[in-house]
Structures are given as structure tokens and as C-alpha cells.
């Protein structure tokens, strides 16, 4: 299964970009990439998903390398709200969805 | 309004005695699961079900069992096998094949054991 790697924590100033990166570098060709982000105590919720091509919707952008080794997730204007953890994930086709340890994004007014 | 619960929020037993989850969807999804986080870690995959009346074993499955019955519904239990039961549970629904969609998550269930 593509194991993915992603930084434990990072900080954002409130109104800039804040781009968290992902690596897949076992990721096959069939496995999309999905993002999804928890707030404290609550359940996760998705954010935005690819396979190749870059994805944009009204929460956030995603970048997937033409290798599809790697991917960034973009918050274009992060707010205090956006604090979370944010979870790379890349599901096989037998559905097991599974989950690391994410990236827990501090964003800092 | 389409979603998935789980009930109940809290729940608390005392050590060596079975409880029940409950997960219940609405969205007409074939897969559900079942994770445990504990505090300050991500989520870990102890039952997945990709359809009715079958289900697979996730990375920690020891001590808990499930059941897939009815498409809408994924109830876990958590048996006194289960070492170290206390643990936010959470439960997701999404589609099937390739792409899937997005999986949607109950508010999870906090469960004590004292």
C-alpha cells in the first residue's frame, strides 16, 4: 500500500497561503490522493481529492506532481478556523482508507 | 438530512464488560469503517466493510468485532479482550470504486472505561 509523509506541524499567518506537502512516492496508478482535516474532537472532513491533475474547490487548491510522487494541499488565505490537523491519505482500490499522522497546521493572527 | 450518526457521544463501562457503537448512515454507501484515535495521535483502521454482510480486519482489529447486517448501519463492540478500550471511536461511510468520493464521518463516540 502507498504510505504517505507529511511534516508533524507547521504555522501560518492568518490571510497567507499555507501549503502543506505530502509525500507518495509509492502511490500507484490507479490510488487517488485525498485530503481531509480534523478540529479538535470533531470527526474529519474532506477537503479535496485528485489523481493527476490539479483540483480546485471552494475550500482549497491541490497540486499533484507530474510523478505523482508528491502533492500539495493549498488554503489560499488561511483563517484561525483552518487550525487543524490535515491528513494525506492515498486510497488503494480495495478501499481500505488509511490514516497517518498528519499535519497539524497552526495558523497565527 | 443526509449523514451518518453515532451514538452515543459518551459513553462510559466498567472493565470487562462488552459495549456496542452504533453507526448509522443515510447516504446509500456501500463501504463503511471504524477507527480509534487516542489523544494526540491519528487515526488508526480497525474494521473496514465494503458491503453488506462482509468485513475486513483493519490494523488493530484485535479485541473489537463487528457486524454488517443492514447497508445502513456498521455496529462495532468492543469486547473485554480489548486491553486498552478507552479511545475516541469514530466511524466513516463513503462510496465504491475507483475515486470513491469523499467519506463522511460521524462525530465519533468517546468511550471510558473505568
Known amino acids: 500500500d502507498a504510505k504517505t509523509t507529511q511534516p508533524p506541524s507547521m504555522d501560518c499567518a492568518e490571510g497567507r497561503a499555507a501549503n502543506l506537502p505530502c509525500n507518495h512516492s509509492?502511490?500507484?496508478?490507479?490510488?487517488?490522493v485525498y485530503w481531509y482535516r480534523q478540529i479538535h474532537s470533531q470527526g474529519p472532513q474532506y477537503i479535496i481529492h485528485?489523481?493527476?491533475n490539479n483540483e480546485t474547490n471552494e475550500m482549497a487548491s491541490l497540486i499533484i506532481t507530474e510523478d505523482r510522487k508528491s502533492s500539495t494541499l493549498i488554503l489560499p488565505h488561511a483563517t484561525l478556523r483552518d487550525t487543524a490537523v490535515y491528513y494525506c491519505?492515498?486510497?488503494?482500490?480495495?478501499?481500505?482508507?488509511?490514516f497517518g499522522a498528519g499535519t497539524r497546521l497552526t495558523v497565527k493572527p | 438530512d443526509g449523514g451518518i450518526t453515532q451514538s452515543p457521544k459518551y459513553l462510559f463501562r466498567k472493565e470487562g464488560q462488552n459495549v456496542t457503537l452504533s453507526c448509522e448512515q443515510n447516504?446509500?454507501?456501500?463501504?463503511m469503517y471504524w477507527y480509534r484515535q487516542d489523544p494526540g495521535q491519528g487515526l488508526r483502521l480497525i474494521y473496514y466493510?465494503?458491503?453488506?454482510?462482509?468485513?475486513q480486519k483493519g490494523d488493530i482489529a484485535e479485541g473489537y468485532s463487528v457486524s454488517r447486517e443492514k447497508k445502513e448501519s456498521f455496529p462495532l463492540t468492543v469486547t473485554s479482550a480489548q486491553k486498552n478500550p478507552t479511545a475516541f471511536y469514530l466511524c466513516?461511510?463513503?462510496?465504491?470504486?475507483f475515486g470513491f468520493g469523499e467519506a463522511f464521518f460521524g462525530q465519533g463516540t468517546r468511550l471510558t472505561v473505568v
Open positions: 466493510s465494503q458491503i453488506v454482510n462482509d468485513f
Open positions: 485528485g489523481l493527476k
Open positions: 509509492t502511490i500507484s496508478g490507479n490510488e487517488y
Open positions: 447516504l446509500n454507501h456501500d463501504a
Open positions: 491519505i492515498v486510497r488503494p482500490v480495495r478501499n481500505d482508507m488509511r
Open positions: 466513516a461511510s463513503s462510496g465504491q470504486g
